[in-house]
């Protein structure tokens, strides 16, 4: 079992940023991928970003939705069994609750991930 628990999370102006933790407990979490998703109201959950596992403690696999490709990034450390989203250059598109999730076969879909934190909520103000 995997419990994971977002934090960082708050309003902040256009072109600032934040950092988001994930924190997990659970054994296998080190050994799953995990994924920052995002929701904004009235809309559907969505992908932000990926980050692979490995045996090796200095490469780990990292993909991003198109919107924050190249703003983002997406990091982890084992050590501390968290993953944490950097967010640069927010815009007011990006307000959202983040959600991260992990899950033995997790890609870019909800519906891959088995375990959801409660969520941060993101604000990003003119």
């Known amino acids: 079992q995997v419990q994971l628990v977002e934090s960082g999370g708050r309003s902040v102006q256009t072109g600032g940023s934040l950092r988001l933790s994930c924190a997990a407990s659970?054994?296998?979490?080190?050994?799953?991928?995990v994924a920052w998703f995002r929701q904004a109201p009235g809309k559907e959950r969505e992908f932000v970003a990926h980050?692979?596992?490995?045996?090796?403690?200095?490469?780990?696999?990292?993909y991003y939705a198109d919107s924050v490709k190249g703003r983002f990034t997406i990091s982890r450390d084992n050590a501390k069994s968290t993953v944490y989203l950097q967010m640069n250059s927010l815009k007011p598109e990006d307000t959202a609750v983040y959600y991260c999730?992990?899950?033995?076969?997790?890609?870019?879909?909800?519906?891959?991930?088995?375990?959801w934190g409660q969520g941060t909520q993101v604000t990003v103000s003119e």
């Open positions: 999730a992990a899950g033995p076969r997790g890609d870019k879909r909800v519906d891959e991930y088995t375990y």
């Open positions: 659970g054994r296998t979490f080190n050994s799953y991928p």
């Open positions: 980050i692979g596992w490995s045996t090796s403690i200095t490469y780990y696999r990292t």
